[in-house]
Every structure is written in structure tokens, then in C-alpha cells.
């Protein structure tokens, strides 16, 4: 940092060289006056003898204008019009020749109406509306009665039975046995085939054998009847448990963790296995399983698969590619990694029912499947339901399994 110079001795600032302290603006008169000059920046506009100066130049002969008072005329010296003086009288606009008579507004009000008629005043109010008809009435008075619009038949629709389900109408007998909840068409046709169907006490072995709701159908000695509330259950199935009815060993089955959905008799769509867990189906509308378990309605699924190893690339293009196993060809819809930092875990896209073929479809490459699970069927997944849980379908959910792929 700069230090400054040290003052000199005997020096006094402000006191002993200076009259006054400077003010920090720059001054223009340090020097001293001498006598009589005059200050160099003072401008002076007054004479000496208290006239005022004059810019007018010495040759103008121009009248000089003053202002005592009077306004001065913008009318020319040739205009002989009248001064219009605004004196408190309004200006009139009618015409000299007008005879008609003035109206003065005078507080009363015009009124429209002819002279012998008396029109009551309308009155918006609650109290002065007792017995006036409501305004359908008064319409229905002035355009007539409309016509009544048709009822809509939409709910009617989705809620009545089916003309083929209802019980006067006839269909086959293994048609019969799916309406009544017991399974499936195909299985019908096999309890037929095997002589455990009556009809009427008479034992019946064509499946296509017309019957109606009003026929005694048995099966094993058992009355069956139609249902017509139909029930659809989405189970998360957990490991352990085997998808069917009823076992004879006495293992834990599906049914068990859905106990409490329905009074009627629910089957489970489809399969899964013992250590397969996921989404399960369970309804008692047999057409619907029919669709969703035949093979030519392309029904897909999707699973999550964790291998003992990690898959390599010229497995999963074998496996894109198509595979042939004991039964035939296999072939998947989409085949990824879950995460590729971990190569166990596969994603699986298939429509195939066959029996096992996810795991029948790795062991070919010489891997075993350590978990399972269906995390998507015809388009439902597990969200909302956890493990071992179960909801009821939608009906926006119900009407896209039956009536679209």
C-alpha cells in the first residue's frame, strides 16, 4: 500500500496557508481581485438604470403586444357572422317549421302499453309464485305433449342372461355343464365321454346332446344348474400352493386362499405350477375359460424367469431363434434381460399353453430355473395385489377379455 508523504515541518494545513477549508469542488477565484475588475463568470441580464433588456432587433418596427387583459380575436376582418355568446340558453336542434310538442323528462316514466290494457307486473319472487304451474306444464301448454324417448337398453343388455344361457333355450350338453360353473367345455366333453353325465336319469355320451335348463343334468349323481351370476377372481398365486379343486393327497390348492370371494363354484383358468407363482385367473364362466385357454386365441403371458447361471448370447438367440423340443417346436413372442448387469434374470414373452414350457424351454440349454412368476396374463398384471392376495376384475376389464384378444 502507497503511504503518503509526511507533512512538512511548521506546516499547518487549512489554518496558516489557507482563509478557509476547501469544499471539495473546484474554485475559480484563488486569485486575488484587483481593484474594480469584474467577475469573469457572472452573467448580468439588468441594466444599470432597472430597465429590462430588449431582444428585439434595431430596425424592428413591429407594434409591441401587450397583455392588459383584453382576449385577443382569431376572426378575420371580413367575417360578418354573428358572435355566438353562450349566455345559459341551451342551443336548440329542431327545426323552425317543428310544431311538435317538447317532452320534458320530468321524472315520470314513458310507458308503452295501450290505454285499456292492464298487464299485473312481474314479480320475481318465491312467495308470489304459489300455484303457477312448473314451467314442463306451461311448455307442454304453448308446443304439446313430446313424445316419450325409448328407454336405453344398455344396462338391460349387460345384465340380463344370455338367450342361449336362459332356461327355456336349448344347447349341447357340454355347453350345459360349462353355464353351470363346473369347468370348461373341453372338460365337459370328457366327463360326457366317460359316462359320468345324466340327463333325465338317462346316462348321455354325445357332448352336442340338446338340453335345457328345465333337465335334470347330473354329474356323478350330483344335480348341476345354470349359473347366472358369473364371478372373476385375480388370484397372486404364491409357491406352494397347486392349481386345482380339489387334490387327494390333501396338499394346499388355490382354492383355499380364495375361501371368502364367492358362494358359487369357482375353477381356476389355466394352470400353474407347485413352485410357479403369479397371476391365476379363477371364474365360473366357462366360455370365457374356453377362449382364454385355447391355443388359437393367442392368449400371452409374460414371466420373469432367475437362472442357477447366467444366460449367454448364443443361448438367448437359440432361444429367439425357436427351440424343438420332445413335443415340438417352442418358439417366444419377446426374450430380455432384466437388468444386464445381472444376466440371471430373464424376461419372457409367450402364448403357448403348453404343459411347463417356460422351464422345459431353459433346462434344453442345460439351465434350471430357480424362480417363476407370471407378472402379466391377457393383459392383467399384479398391481395393487400382493402375494397371495386376490381383487375381483373390472368390468371394463371383464368386457375386454371376452370380446377382444
Given at each position: ?7 512538512k515541518?511548521?506546516f ?5 496557508n ?44 413591429k407594434p ?13 376582418a371580413?367575417?360578418?357572422k354573428?358572435?355566438?355568446k353562450f ?8 327545426r323552425?317549421?317543428d ?10 316514466k314513458?310507458?308503452?302499453a295501450?290505454?285499456?290494457?292492464h ?12 300455484g303457477?304451474p ?5 311448455k307442454a ?13 344398455r ?5 340380463e342372461?344370455k338367450?342361449?344361457?336362459a332356461e ?5 350338453l ?5 353355464h ?16 359320468q353325465?345324466t340327463?333325465?336319469g338317462?346316462k ?14 347330473k ?12 364371478v ?18 390333501g396338499r394346499?390348492?388355490?382354492m ?7 358362494e ?11 413352485n410357479?407363482?403369479?397371476l ?15 391355443p388359437k386365441?393367442?392368449i400371452?403371458?409374460?414371466y ?11 443361448d ?8 424343438t423340443?420332445?413335443?415340438g ?36 440349454l ?17 398391481k395393487?395385489?400382493?402375494r ?9 376389464e ?8
Amino acid at each position: 500500500m502507497k503511504k503518503s508523504r509526511p507533512a512538512k515541518k511548521g506546516f499547518t494545513p487549512f489554518k496558516e496557508n489557507q482563509q478557509s477549508k476547501p469544499s471539495g469542488k473546484p474554485s475559480f477565484d484563488r486569485r486575488p481581485k484587483r481593484d474594480g475588475e469584474e467577475d469573469r463568470f457572472k452573467k448580468r441580464f439588468e441594466r444599470e438604470d432597472g430597465e429590462k433588456r430588449s431582444f428585439r432587433k434595431e430596425g424592428d418596427d413591429k407594434p409591441v403586444r401587450k397583455f392588459d387583459g383584453e382576449k385577443r380575436s382569431f376572426r378575420r376582418a371580413d367575417d360578418d357572422k354573428p358572435v355566438r355568446k353562450f349566455d345559459g340558453e341551451k342551443r336548440s336542434f329542431r327545426r323552425a317549421d317543428d310544431d311538435k310538442p317538447v317532452r320534458k323528462f320530468d321524472g315520470e316514466k314513458k310507458r308503452f302499453a295501450k290505454e285499456d290494457e292492464h298487464r299485473p307486473k312481474k314479480k320475481f319472487d318465491k312467495r308470489n309464485d304459489e300455484g303457477r304451474p312448473k314451467k314442463s306444464v306451461r311448455k307442454a301448454e304453448v308446443h304439446g305433449d313430446k313424445p316419450a324417448k325409448p328407454k336405453s337398453t344398455r344396462k338391460r343388455i349387460a345384465v340380463e342372461p344370455k338367450e342361449e344361457v336362459a332356461e327355456g333355450n336349448e344347447m349341447p350338453l357340454n355347453k350345459f355343464i360349462s353355464h353351470c360353473g363346473i369347468c370348461s367345455r373341453r372338460k365337459a366333453v370328457d366327463y360326457i365321454k366317460e359316462g359320468q353325465v345324466t340327463v333325465n336319469g338317462e346316462k348321455i355320451l354325445a357332448p352336442a346332446f340338446k338340453v335345457t335348463g328345465k333337465d335334470a343334468v347330473k354329474l356323478n349323481d350330483k344335480r348341476i344348474y345354470l349359473q347366472k351370476n358369473l364371478v372373476y377372481v385375480l388370484l397372486n398365486k404364491p409357491k406352494g400352493y397347486i392349481t386345482t379343486t380339489d387334490d387327494p393327497e390333501g396338499r394346499q390348492t388355490v382354492m383355499e386362499l380364495i375361501e371368502d370371494a364367492a358362494e358359487e363354484r369357482l375353477f381356476p383358468v389355466g394352470r400353474l405350477d407347485r413352485n410357479t407363482s403369479g397371476l391365476l385367473l379363477l371364474t365360473n364362466d366357462g366360455e370365457l375359460a374356453q377362449k382364454l385357454a385355447h391355443p388359437k386365441h393367442n392368449i400371452k403371458k409374460i414371466y420373469h424367469v432367475e437362472l442357477d447361471k447366467a444366460l449367454t448370447k448364443n443361448d438367448f438367440e437359440q432361444i429367439v431363434a425357436g427351440l424343438t423340443l420332445e413335443d415340438g417346436p417352442a418358439f417366444v413372442d419377446a426374450l430380455g434381460y432384466v437388468d444386464n448387469k445381472d444376466k440371471k434374470q430373464i424376461g419372457i414373452e409367450i402364448h403357448s399353453g403348453k404343459n411347463r414350457i417356460v422351464r422345459r424351454i431353459f433346462e434344453h440349454l442345460g439351465y434350471q430355473v430357480e424362480k417363476l412368476d407370471r407378472v402379466m396374463y391377457a393383459g392383467l398384471t399384479k398391481k395393487n395385489i400382493n402375494r397371495g392376495k386376490w381383487r375381483f376384475l373390472t368390468d371394463k376389464e371383464v368386457i375386454l377379455l371376452k370380446h377382444f384378444k
